[in-house]
Structures are given as structure tokens and as C-alpha cells.
């Protein structure tokens, strides 16, 4: 399999993996979903809740803001404090410490009347994405490379049928003019009425990684491969406990 980092589009990091399949590249995606460790508020120790939430809800809302540490380990656990009175709680109210961050500050997480308050203890701990999504580090997906095979000769609408504006005219034959931004909607096809078909490459994918903010996209690759290493140590410890 050939890789190569493409370019990075808002949050997200996209990639070109070619000479490679539909099952190795969907192995990448799950690995990076379930076995990359990450910090995540694991345990919400509630002092006081005055506001509409129950206790529970407040606490799984919680565990869902990205926390980012970048220096831990298996046994790595400390804890936060969100304590405030009225107005709208957001993520950058959470009082960290000098090992940790949230790196994004504006997420709502509770409305308080005027007079009402919170006060939280939020443990951290580590984990991965396997036993719950609050240890997911990123937001994973892929689409096949695609081509552009004409029959007849089309208008203009159908270059406007594309939302991302890949599309172009050049001496009568419908091009892509950003292959690796087109995520195969096929609404350019629909709109053609069989004058355009979107062609797969089965063996070629854009691959794209848009972190959460709990790791950054090298410790993302990082994690990945020792989280595979430990997958398949232990499977090799099984297979030679059945001889």
C-alpha cells in the first residue's frame, strides 16, 4: 500500500492510500476509532445541581468534551472542577490543571437560571474508543478515488449539480478539477441523465482524519500503530496457549 498526505481541509487531514483494499482501509478506520488511547472525563462527582439536567445526563454531556492531555499513561488519572452560577455553561468554564487542556472552549453543555448553580468534580481518565465513544480520538471516513467516463456531451446544469464545485468543462468533456474533494455524491450522474457516470477506483481512497482535539493527528498514527502491535501480540500469545 502506497500513502500519501494530501493536504488538511478545516479540521480534518486527508490522505491518498493506493494499491490497497476495501477491508485494509476500513481495518485503519476502526483501528483509529476503538484501539488509539485517549483522556476522557471518566467520573462526574456531583456537589451541587440546581439546574434542569439530572445528574446523569449532565455527566454523559460531560464526558463527551474532548480533553487534551499529551503526556500519559495506562494509570495516568487526575481530576477537573466546573463550579458556576446563571448563564450558559460552556466547556472553557471547566478549570483545568497543568497537564491538561480543552481544546475547544465554546461547547455548551448547561443553561442555569440566574440563581443556580453547579459544582463538579470531573476525574479523568484513560481509555479507549472500544469501551466508550468518549475515547474516540477522531472522526474517520474514506470515499474511492472517481472518474469522470462520458457518453454524450452535457450543459452546464450539470456542472451546478455538483455541492462541492469539482466539476469543469474543458474542449467539451466533463472534468474533475479537485478529484480529492469529491466524496462520490453521484448528484453530477442523476442530474447528466446518463450523459456522465462517476467511476470507482477499487484499489485507490482518499482517507480522512479529523481529530477531535484530545490528540494530535502524529499521536493519532502513533497510538494506532501501538495499539495494532498490542492487538496482535496478544493474538499471538493465544494462538501459541492453544498448542
Known sequence: MNVKYLKKVGFGHKFLLQDTRYDVVNGIRRGIASYVRTMAIDKVLVYK??????DEFLAHRLGLVPVRVDDFDEKTEFSMYLQKTGGVVKSGDIETNGMSEIPFKNVPIIKLNDKDSIELELVVKPGMGKDHVKWNPALVYYNNVPTIKQHKS????VIDACPRHCLEIKASKVVLNDIYN???????????????EVVLDENSFVFTIEPYGNLSLE????????????EFDDLEKQIKSIK
Open 49 to 54: 445541581n440546581e439546574s434542569v439536567m439530572p
Open 182 to 196: 469529491c466524496d462520490v455524491c453521484k448528484y453530477c450522474e442523476i442530474a447528466s441523465n446518463g450523459a456522465i
Open 154 to 157: 452535457v450543459d452546464k446544469s
Open 219 to 230: 499521536a493519532i498514527i502513533k497510538g494506532l500503530d501501538e495499539g495494532f502491535s498490542k
